[in-house]
């Protein structure tokens, strides 16, 4: 009997041994595959703290998180805390994130929007508020990873299921805009999502029309640099506009009339300049935070070409758009 006592004693302490040696990562590996997930994260963090530059930790830490967060939901049914472990993933995302990362992303996107989706609402405003998270969730699920077929489905599901919904919301929208002009822009939103689901429904076209008049010369401060059209006008073959930008992040910009580019329905582009008899122009300036700028912005054309859109162009990325009725 003392002798089976002490191989069993020598074996436990093996296994304590073998369990302590063991690496972060792979303590962290285990316990993910057990479903361990706050365990995992401990692990992964601990193994972060001496290489904070590897991929592929990060990335285990992330994903670690996400399904933390669909973990805690599932028991304690909180979609904040849901949202907050996404976040906290989202501090890891690998500098080069693979399909595997893309993938987890967009499932815990998907989680959460289905959460907003089947929670019941308490109240009118929460209705709304649920409505608008679950569409924002389910957009950011396709964004992240494109090729999520769960993702694509949920969300054309659940446009089906609202399209009348987002069409008497745009509409809704639309006829306060004369009192409030924002509420074009909101307007705008709501038709162009009844329209991804009904592109050729005439009367969600129609408002939507009406909609982006309307909303033309409104600054979407919604954005980081809104950009607004007061005027336009053509003479022989130079297209003028009056523009309106704004700088809503804390940074300074530098934005000049080539930053803008006009584009017409069969997809021709033109860079914006500045002439002389054209005034006042837009000339190059720094935008502080807060700061707005405005002028008229000349783009050189030929023919008749029907112009869809103005956007806006900083360091090569697309910064801001108005769309044209």
Not at 124 to 148: G, I, S
């Amino acid at each position: 009997m003392k002798r089976i006592y002490v191989a069993f004693l020598t074996i436990l302490t093996i296994a304590i041994f073998l369990h302590c040696g063991k690496d972060p990562v792979t303590k962290g590996d285990e316990a993910f595959q057990q479903r361990q997930y706050g365990e995992a994260v401990l692990n992964y963090e601990e193994a972060l703290k001496a290489q904070p530059e590897n991929d592929a930790i990060r990335k285990k830490l992330a994903i670690a998180n996400f399904k933390l967060g669909e973990q805690l939901f599932k028991a304690r049914h909180v979609i904040r805390a849901y949202e907050g472990r996404i976040k906290e993933g989202l501090k890891y995302a690998p500098k080069t994130p693979d399909a595997e990362f893309k993938r987890a992303l967009s499932d815990a996107y998907l989680g959460v929007a289905l959460a907003y989706k089947q929670t019941p609402p308490k109240n009118p405003t929460q209705r709304e508020m649920f409505f608008q998270k679950t569409l924002e969730y389910l957009e950011k699920a396709q964004q992240a990873d494109p090729t999520n077929t769960a993702a694509q489905e949920a969300y054309q599901q659940f446009v089906e299921e609202n399209f009348e919904n987002m069409l008497n919301k745009g509409i809704a929208a639309y006829k306060k805009g004369k009192k409030d002009p924002g509420q074009y822009l909101i307007a705008e939103y709501y038709l162009e999502k009844a329209l991804q689901f009904k592109p050729d429904h005439p009367q969600a076209k129609k408002y939507l029309r009406l909609a982006r008049k309307g909303g033309l010369d409104v600054l979407d401060m919604s954005k980081k640099y809104p950009i607004a059209i007061t005027s336009q006008k053509r003479i022989k073959d130079w297209y003028a506009i009056f523009v309106v930008v704004r700088n809503n992040t804390p940074q300074d910009i530098t934005v000049s009339p080539e930053n803008f580019v006009l584009l017409a329905a069969d997809e021709s582009e033109y860079t914006g300049t500045t002439r002389p008899e054209f005034k006042p122009p837009f000339s190059r300036i720094t935008l502080k935070p807060a700061q707005e700028a405005e002028g008229v912005v000349v783009f050189p054309v030929k023919g008749k070409p029907r112009f869809v859109r103005l956007e806006l162009w900083l360091n090569d990325e697309l910064a801001s758009a108005k769309n044209f009725p």
